[in-house]
């Protein structure tokens, strides 16, 4: 079967990095997603890694190992805003989304 | 521009009663979904369409039905409303055309919350 795994939940301090693991078994790879979604709200796209290596957009990186079939999100200079749960998914051979249940991240001051 | 417009925004319903969830978007995509978001769970897609006039089944389809009469609206029906359906749904659309990344973005809905008692 297809399988995306995510911690459940973490915890950070306001100004601290944190790392948000995806670890992803599915019938063929083409693409990962990240998606922010805050409580009650739509989930809305951070980024998309198709190649191994890291992709770097402001305070936010995501990294991608095909061959490990891992990947994370690093968030740096935490803000309270960046409290949300954070989805992964990935597009498998039919170029369909599968999705993590998806990693709660609570900011504390 | 308004995006992805979904409503209602809440619904509560009997069991065996039907309903439409509306979903509208003019950003001309024409790759449009429903997806159920639970608890615990990752989003599970329930229907998709490619385009105006098809429609496919997801990962979840029992219980709901779809049509796509043109590019822009894509509604979703319970047929016969169960509690095994109280979650939250989200519309969401995507161009056919991948973008600079690479990636065909989904842009999502609001949201709709079902309650069926």
């Known amino acids: 079967g297809q399988n995306i795994d995510q911690p459940t939940e973490m915890t950070a301090t306001e100004g601290a990095i944190v790392q948000i693991n995806c670890t992803y078994q599915t019938s063929g790879f083409n693409g990962l997603f990240w998606y922010q979604q805050h409580a009650g709200e739509a989930p809305t796209f951070l980024s998309y890694?198709?190649l191994d290596g890291l992709e770097e957009k402001g305070r936010f990186s995501s990294f991608l190992s095909r061959s490990k079939g891992y990947s994370y999100l690093l968030l740096k200079e935490l803000q309270m805003k960046d409290s949300a749960s954070y989805l992964c998914?990935?597009?498998?051979?039919?170029?369909?989304?599968?999705w993590g249940a998806g990693t709660k991240l609570i900011i504390k001051p | 521009n308004a995006g992805v417009t979904q409503t209602p925004k809440f619904q509560v319903l009997k069991t065996g009663q039907s309903m439409t969830l509306q979903c509208a978007q003019d950003m001309n995509h024409e790759y449009m979904s429903w997806y159920r978001q639970d608890p615990g769970m990752g989003l599970r897609l329930i229907h998709y369409?490619?385009?105006?006039?098809?429609?496919d089944q997801g990962e979840v389809p029992n219980g709901y039905n779809v049509s796509r009469s043109t590019t822009e609206d894509f509604p979703l029906r319970l047929l016969s409303a169960a509690p095994s359906q109280t979650s939250v749904y989200f519309c969401?659309?995507?161009?056919?055309?991948?973008?600079?990344?690479?990636?065909?973005?989904?842009?999502f809905g609001a949201g709709s919350r079902l309650t069926v008692l």
């Open positions: 890694n198709v």
């Open positions: 369409s490619v385009g105006a006039g098809i429609t």
């Open positions: 998914a990935v597009t498998d051979s039919n170029y369909q989304l599968i």
């Open positions: 969401a659309s995507s161009t056919q055309d991948r973008g600079p990344s690479g990636a065909n973005v989904l842009t």
